[in-house]
């Protein structure tokens, strides 16, 4: 039996252990119940006043493609109960039970949709009625499915990697044969048309630049380096009016992006709108820190028009001071000077238009990105959350824990079949060479003492660093689940971000962090039979109504030099599995992806779980495990990557 990335099946073993018993976590609460028309409440459901049957579609009648949650509120004492929707029989329904009598608002959202109201008086007798809602989309809603992933001809993937490595390397020449020759071969990818947009703008080719981003954003409307570079070419070209969409777009999808911030505060000095023009400066100060301070020019104009001269004249001495070469420098002076001489005069009245005809824009240049071969990062882009719904953080997380505790308490053994998929990748993300393999593998966890788990993997035939893609063992990917724990919880600094959606169920979104006065024991790197430990951060998707972990990503909280990783994404994704033989369901890893950049290299894994065995009762014979040794010191980490070289790379 090969035991591939053991700790792996660990959490497949633990999450074996999470019992999926569909325990609902939100009960029916007793309040608001609209009703038209009645219906037949099953047998099991006991009330002593009105009973509330919801129908949630969408606008074609159809039942909707995700959870929607439900809100009612009784008008005379305020009393607010809510419950998310359940797929019945092809319906999106849900209920409310034993409602007291009197006026009610019932409110029906879902993310994507507007909300939608109806009120409901309720008799407090033993009736049960029926409300329908027809849901209508948010015309401002962002789609992030909309995004479709092309694949690129041979001929187009190799002219673009070629491109980019030679716009990296300032070679525009060969950049701009490159890239117009993959454009040629796919003239309807994004990723072309925005380094395209990307190698003008640097030419100062602003039509063609334009041209080129025009086309990437339509092609990829949720592209935010291009939108980004967009609105900076339309500013270039004059065209302030045009800039606005897209840069309002860019901070719609990334609110953390100064730059566009910063280039919006532009096109607000330009329409004379100088309160928001302040306003988008502060933001792209607060998100870009020291990176940002051309925004401190746009900051000092849009106060100096507001008459408010002391603040700033200090602004654009902050950006004198950190640019002092800035091509713009002349006119700033300049503009400075007019700005002490009215501040000391007490004039009250707007700045002279020959100085702030035209908005003094700084001499930032946008840089290419040098992740584009990974994943996002978890903290670049945030989901989407209902801003109407408050988090219950303190009942979140402690159901959540409950579920993986129930891992580790009831920890039975299991044998699955492993799949290994290895890419070694280059700048782009694109595989120079790939390997599958498959394990039989089965694993163990204990916690001899609090807080301290102890992993015992096991494989046949298989045992060493040498059976792995490139000598690097993966183990324990599935184990980031164990972050909640309750023995493990107070090492990270968690926050509920809201209520979200994944795969059209509701999710409250966790981002958890490792704390640095805190013990460091979920993963770690052992090189060469030393051990370096990793500190993570990300992100949960915890089911609205079972609690149970259905997504995790995380990444590096931090880099780790001293052994050349600079770079780690993990996404791990669970599932119900049913054993036919014992007639349990268990909730347990399907997937777990890692790409990451160690030692001057990008690899992509992904690991998927199947044919699961439940010891003593599907399988067919006693379990022998072995006894060889592990792979490296001490098991008291969950997740491990293996490396060993003779010599340093």
């Not at 633990?14 to 409440?41: D, M, R």
């Not at 028009?305 to 200090?314: G, M, R, S, V």
């Not at 993966?474 to 309750?486: D, I, K, V, W, Y």
Request: proline content about 6%; overall charge neutral; glycine content about 6%.
């Amino acid at each position: 039996m090969n035991l591939r990335i053991s700790t792996l099946f660990l959490l497949v073993s633990l999450l074996l252990t999470s019992y999926a018993l569909g325990q609902k976590s939100f009960q029916p609460l007793g309040q608001g119940a609209p009703g038209t028309t009645g219906v037949n409440l099953p047998p099991s459901v006991a009330t002593q006043g009105s009973v509330l049957f919801l129908v949630v579609n969408n606008e074609k009648s159809q039942p909707l493609d995700r959870q929607a949650f439900v809100q009612v509120t009784k008008l005379d004492d305020k009393t607010v109960q809510s419950q998310p929707t359940e797929g019945v029989g092809g319906k999106v329904t849900t209920t409310f039970v034993s409602l007291g009598a009197g006026e009610y608002d019932v409110a029906v959202s879902a993310l994507g949709y507007l909300t939608e109201h109806q009120t409901f008086t309720a008799s407090g007798m033993s009736t049960t009625s029926q409300m329908q809602f027809v849901l209508k989309k948010d015309p401002s809603a962002i789609d992030l499915n909309s995004i479709k992933t092309r694949e690129m001809t041979p001929q187009a993937r190799k002219e673009l990697v070629r491109g980019w490595a030679a716009l990296k390397s300032g070679k525009l020449d060969d950049a701009q044969r490159k890239l117009l020759a993959a454009n040629k071969a796919d003239p309807s990818n994004a990723d072309v048309n925005f380094l395209l947009g990307y190698l003008y703008f640097e030419r100062n080719d602003q039509e063609r630049a334009h041209t080129y981003l025009t086309s990437a954003t339509g092609l990829s409307p949720h592209n935010v380096q291009a939108l980004t570079l967009q609105g900076r070419v339309e500013i270039l070209r004059g065209d302030y009016a045009a800039a606005r969409g897209p840069l309002e777009r860019a901070i719609a999808i990334d609110p953390e992006n100064w730059m566009a911030h910063y280039l919006l505060a532009n096109v607000y000095l330009k329409d004379k709108q100088y309160g928001k023009a302040r306003d988008q400066a502060k933001l792209a100060l607060a998100k870009g820190n020291e990176s940002a301070n051309a925004a401190n020019l746009a900051l000092g104009q849009a106060l100096a028009n507001l008459k408010q001269y002391p603040e700033a004249l200090d602004a654009l001495k902050v950006f004198v001071r950190n640019a002092p070469s800035d091509p713009a420098m002349p006119e700033v002076r300049s503009l400075m000077a007019e700005i002490e001489k009215r501040d000391t005069s007490g004039a009250n009245q707007s700045m002279s238009s020959t100085v702030l005809d035209e908005p003094l824009v700084a001499a930032t240049a946008p840089e290419l990105p040098d992740k584009s071969w990974s994943p996002v990062e978890v903290d670049a882009v945030k989901p989407a959350v209902d801003p109407r719904v408050t988090c219950p953080q303190g009942k979140v997380l402690w159901n959540a824990g409950e579920h993986v505790k129930d891992l580790v308490d009831d920890l039975a053994k299991f044998d699955a079949i492993e799949e290994v998929h290895h890419e070694e990748l280059d700048q782009l993300g694109i595989p120079r060479r790939e390997i599958t393999l498959k394990f039989d593998y089965v694993a163990s966890i204990s916690e001899p003492v609090t807080g301290r788990f102890v992993v015992d993997e096991f494989r046949r035939g298989r045992s060493g660093t040498d059976d792995f893609p490139d000598q690097i063992a993966t183990r324990g990917l599935p184990t980031l689940a164990f972050a909640f724990h309750p023995d493990m919880r107070d090492n990270f600094d968690m926050q509920c971000e809201g209520l979200g959606a994944w795969n059209g169920k509701s999710t409250w979104l966790v981002h958890f962090q490792q704390r640095e006065d805190k013990p460091h024991r979920m993963q770690d790197y052992i090189v060469n039979n030393k051990i370096y430990p990793v500190s993570l951060k990300g992100r949960a998707w915890i089911d609205a109504d079972t609690y149970e972990i259905v997504r995790l990503e995380a990444d590096l909280a931090k880099p780790v030099p001293e052994i050349q990783l600079y770079h780690e994404h993990q996404v791990v994704e669970y599932a119900p599995v049913k054993f036919p033989k014992s007639k349990e369901e268990l909730w347990l890893p399907k997937t777990a992806e890692l790409t990451f950049d160690f030692r001057k290299h990008r690899y992509y894994r992904r690991h998927s779980f199947d044919r699961f065995l439940l010891f003593a009762v599907d399988a067919q014979e006693k379990r022998k495990e072995p006894t060889a040794k592990s792979d490296g010191p001490g098991s008291r980490f969950f997740m491990r990557r293996i490396f060993r070289h003779k010599q340093p790379a």
